[in-house]
């Protein structure tokens, strides 16, 4: 136990009387070996005169998160020892809250459901956080045991079953870790040790001490061992790391590359599939820039950019974030150059003019996700917000570019049901201010209506019902989509380096064409405000109709928020 600020630790095994005092070594580490005690022992430690408190190292919270820690095994019977993951260029993710993707909200639950994405194409599934949380439902980005997955979704073992039968089935597991911040109840590593920063601030409380004078190679040691440890206890294939510019460090070396590092080391010595995403918010270029060619290592990022352009041109003035995008002409700028707004570590972004096109295949696009959903006040998606032809239009011009597409739970089926914002914190002062924090953010919004985030009734109506009562067509449409882009993957038609865009966005009107020496095929979209009365207008591209969003209606014309894929003869 790392505790350099503590004179005395003490491990108290639950069951027993006197408490087993630690031996301190000069570079602040406590440690001792009992003899019988095994899995299934909880444990509690004791620090100076503080009260019991669980181990931050906890692999288990089976009480919750002031409870005791409990020892766990790390045998389990794995089946995927010849796994060897999906490259990244094959990545169609699909993101998910364990919580609200079944009704029972467990992991073991979760595996009745992988035929349905198997049937729909999708190839990688991303786990919001489940490092443990207080309460009974949570986002997950309050995790204080970040090495414990959440209680309330099953044991350790539920979790590598999960995975397990993911690899089974042909699908990578990802799963999303936040480092920037630790929730802000059952936090008690600021008492322990310092695990905190006392200059660096986020959004959402202090910031871990990555770059403090003093200390700071364990705290970075803890970390680091916490993303080796999703990897080679549970056997995930890749990482999304939650808000990195917000993970402040002023060292020499920031801990994301000493994280991508350790990443690396681990794969070459390990075999496995291991990798790193970034939620980067705006570009950063140097983000899966090799380390060894001073960038971060990291293997893909997400682009905000891309959503908030698609969601600009339908409800042009209204924002989502605290960048403003420019409707139509933003959408033009990002699928010719790939972004809109770039920075680096901590800095405020910059709006860029058009560039040269970027290596999109790094890029992961959606339309909607968990923020994009879960920060409007009633939780609504984007079928709700415009209509389902605005979704399936969005749908082809994100599956068919360069970029990996992300799609959220429910989407393909036009899901019905919100996906709120939701925490159970015991405290009540910590649950007004989650009231009164939500409303201080998002001040564009109505929050006179939808249920508070912190009843029970935020996460029991999250829950995304089964497929079979949603939109059987938009499940067509999706399925047909994700078939057509790995034909051209496996071609090795999709690809920045084939496209040339074509746009009016005065009309709303944007032409990926795709050109190899084989063949070409153009991606006709059209996205409008949803207040337009937009009239037909001619298709601007002659050959034959792949795929048509209007349901199969061939009539050479395209509408309003209309899709049209079309295999061209010669130019």
């Avoid at 790390?74 to 796994?83: E, I, L, P, V």
């Avoid at 917000?246 to 599939?273: F, L, W």
Wanted: aromatic content about 10%.
């Amino acid at each position: 136990m790392w505790s350099p600020k503590s004179r005395l630790v003490k491990v108290q095994v639950v069951g027993q009387d006197v408490p087993i005092a630690m031996e301190k070594s000069a570079d602040g580490y406590h440690q001792i070996e009992i003899d019988g005690v095994g899995p299934g022992d909880r444990y509690f430690y004791r620090f100076d005169e503080l009260p019991p408190r669980p181990d931050p190292a906890s692999r288990y919270q089976p009480e919750g998160v002031h409870g005791p820690s409990e020892v766990v095994s790390r045998d389990f019977g794995w089946t995927d020892q010849d796994w060897s993951g999906i490259e990244r260029d094959d990545w169609v993710i699909y993101e998910l809250h364990i919580g609200t993707f079944t009704d029972q909200g467990t992991f073991v639950a979760a595996i009745d459901r992988l035929d349905e994405l198997i049937d729909l194409g999708i190839t990688a599934i991303e786990l919001m956080p489940v490092a443990d949380a207080p309460g009974k439902w949570n986002w997950g980005y309050d995790g204080v045991n970040l090495f414990a997955p959440n209680r309330n979704y099953g044991t350790p073992d539920d979790l590598r079953r999960l995975v397990d039968a993911a690899h089974a089935k042909g699908l990578a597991v990802f799963l999303d870790v936040v480092y920037n911040h630790l929730g802000p109840e059952g936090n008690y590593l600021g008492e322990i040790g310092p695990y905190l920063s006392r200059s660096h601030r986020t959004p959402w409380g202090a910031g871990p001490n990555f770059d403090g004078a003093r200390n700071s190679k364990e705290l970075r040691r803890f970390f680091v061992s916490n993303v080796i440890a999703w990897f080679d206890e549970y056997h995930f294939d890749a990482l999304r790391v939650d808000a990195v510019h917000c993970m402040i460090d002023q060292s020499e070396k920031h801990v994301v590359v000493e994280m991508a590092e350790a990443v690396q080391r681990y794969r070459n010595e390990s075999g496995r599939p291991a990798r790193l995403i970034a939620e980067s918010n705006i570009y950063n270029a140097a983000m899966t820039t090799a380390t060894d060619a001073g960038g971060c290592g990291f293997d893909a990022q997400w682009s905000d950019c891309f959503l908030h352009s698609v969601f600009s041109t339908l409800r042009p003035g209204e924002q989502l974030t605290d960048r403003e995008y420019r409707s139509a002409n933003d959408l033009d700028q990002v699928l010719r150059s790939g972004y809109i707004f770039s920075g680096d570590f901590g800095a405020k972004p910059i709006r860029q003019s058009p560039t040269d096109r970027v290596d999109t295949s790094t890029l992961i696009y959606s339309i909607q996700n968990h923020d994009f959903i879960g920060n409007h006040p009633l939780g609504v998606r984007l079928h709700q917000l415009a209509s389902p032809a605005v979704q399936r239009a969005a749908a082809a011009m994100l599956i068919l570019s360069p970029a990996i597409p992300m799609l959220f739970m429910g989407e393909e089926f036009a899901c019905d049901q919100p996906f709120q914002f939701f925490v159970d914190f015991s405290d009540s002062s910590l649950r007004r201010s989650v009231v009164k924090g939500r409303r201080r953010e998002y001040p564009q919004h109505d929050w006179s209506e939808g249920s508070s985030p912190v009843k029970p009734a935020a996460f029991h109506d999250s829950k995304i019902g089964n497929r079979a009562d949603g939109d059987a067509s938009m499940v067509d449409w999706y399925r047909s989509l994700i078939s057509l882009r790995k034909q051209w993957i496996s071609s090795g038609l999709l690809c920045d380096a084939n496209l040339q865009l074509e746009s009016d966005p005065n009309q709303g009107v944007f032409v990926m064409r795709y050109r190899d020496t084989n063949q070409s095929v153009a991606v006709v979209v059209r996205l409008n405000p949803i207040a337009w009365d937009a009239a037909p207008i001619p298709l601007p591209i002659d050959g034959k109709v792949v795929l048509d969003s209007n349901k199969g209606d061939q009539s050479q014309q395209l509408q309003a928020n209309h899709a049209i894929v079309v295999r061209v003869a010669s130019d």
